[in-house]
């Protein structure tokens, strides 16, 4: 999880840094006493193979395109999860729109901040979806399962104290077939220098999580 001092970590959500990053992925002669004999049957052979065992190319991905971010989340939940935001959101630029697409929403309404990106990323297939998934999980500590979540779901929450100044910020990761989704809700309260309770950051999360996930099966 971020571990920046809160200063820092303010300015850099205020200027988003561009994540980038990039995916992708004989025949036999017979003998010449039956020459028919011989190129009929590696035909019949090569017919059998090509039915029983189509090629990963012809195989259809569920999802073939990252869904637009910032119509993920609806008015009413970028409203009360970040009070005083600016519902549109702001899409960060990614070098493969169809691949990775991000957007945030983020505002100070009083003393209270609050912050809350949402990530798509489409991989070639469910397996490559899930060794990622996999590989992600690795690199964090604590938290658990959303059950019910895509195929497979993870959140977690952590508080960071810079200056005597909290940050709670929730992570969930979500995988559906062959995309994550990826959000990060956090608050802070810059009079009493508190962060908000871990439940109300988890919640947060996991109910955008939930409408981001259900925005990839919508009609493009």
């Given at each position: 999880?971020?571990?920046?001092?809160?200063?820092?970590?303010?300015?850099?959500?205020?200027?988003?840094?561009?994540?980038?990053?990039?995916?992708?992925?004989?025949?036999?002669?017979?003998?010449?006493?039956?020459?028919?004999?011989?190129?009929?049957?590696?035909?019949?052979?090569?017919?059998?193979?090509?039915?029983?065992?189509?090629?990963?190319?012809?195989?259809?991905?569920?999802?073939?395109?990252?869904?637009?971010?910032?119509?993920?989340?609806?008015?009413?939940?970028?409203?009360?999860?970040?009070p005083g935001a600016k519902t549109a959101g702001k899409e960060i630029a990614s070098t493969d729109t169809k691949l990775r697409r991000t957007c945030s929403w983020n505002a100070l309404k009083g003393y209270e901040y609050r912050w809350?990106?949402?990530?798509?990323?489409?991989?070639?297939?469910?397996?490559?979806?899930?060794?990622?998934?996999?590989?992600?999980?690795?690199?964090?500590?604590?938290?658990?399962?959303?059950?019910?979540?895509?195929?497979?779901?993870?959140?977690?929450?952590?508080?960071?104290?810079?200056?005597?100044?909290?940050?709670?910020?929730?992570?969930?990761?979500?995988?559906?077939?062959?995309?994550?989704?990826?959000?990060?809700?956090?608050?802070?309260?810059?009079?009493?220098?508190?962060?908000?309770?871990t439940e109300e950051i988890n919640k947060g999360a996991i109910k955008a999580a939930k409408e981001a996930v259900a925005a990839?099966?919508?009609?493009?």
């Amino acid at each position: 999880m971020r571990s920046f001092p809160l200063p820092i970590a303010l300015t850099a959500r205020l200027s988003p840094v561009v994540v980038l990053a990039a995916a992708g992925w004989a025949l036999s002669s017979g003998p010449l006493a039956a020459p028919q004999a011989a190129e009929s049957k590696p035909t019949e052979k090569t017919k059998t193979q090509s039915a029983s065992a189509p090629s990963e190319t012809q195989v259809a991905k569920t999802y073939a395109a990252a869904p637009a971010p910032c119509d993920s989340i609806a008015e009413k939940s970028v409203k009360s999860l970040v009070p005083g935001a600016k519902t549109a959101g702001k899409e960060i630029a990614s070098t493969d729109t169809k691949l990775r697409r991000t957007c945030s929403w983020n505002a100070l309404k009083g003393y209270e901040y609050r912050w809350l990106d949402v990530s798509y990323e489409v991989l070639e297939s469910d397996e490559a979806a899930e060794q990622s998934y996999q590989a992600r999980l690795e690199e964090k500590s604590g938290g658990g399962p959303v059950p019910g979540l895509g195929d497979a779901a993870y959140s977690v929450v952590n508080l960071t104290t810079e200056d005597k100044q909290q940050t709670r910020e929730g992570v969930v990761l979500a995988r559906a077939s062959n995309a994550l989704v990826i959000v990060t809700y956090n608050g802070s309260d810059f009079e009493s220098k508190k962060a908000p309770g871990t439940e109300e950051i988890n919640k947060g999360a996991i109910k955008a999580a939930k409408e981001a996930v259900a925005a990839l099966g919508r009609p493009r």
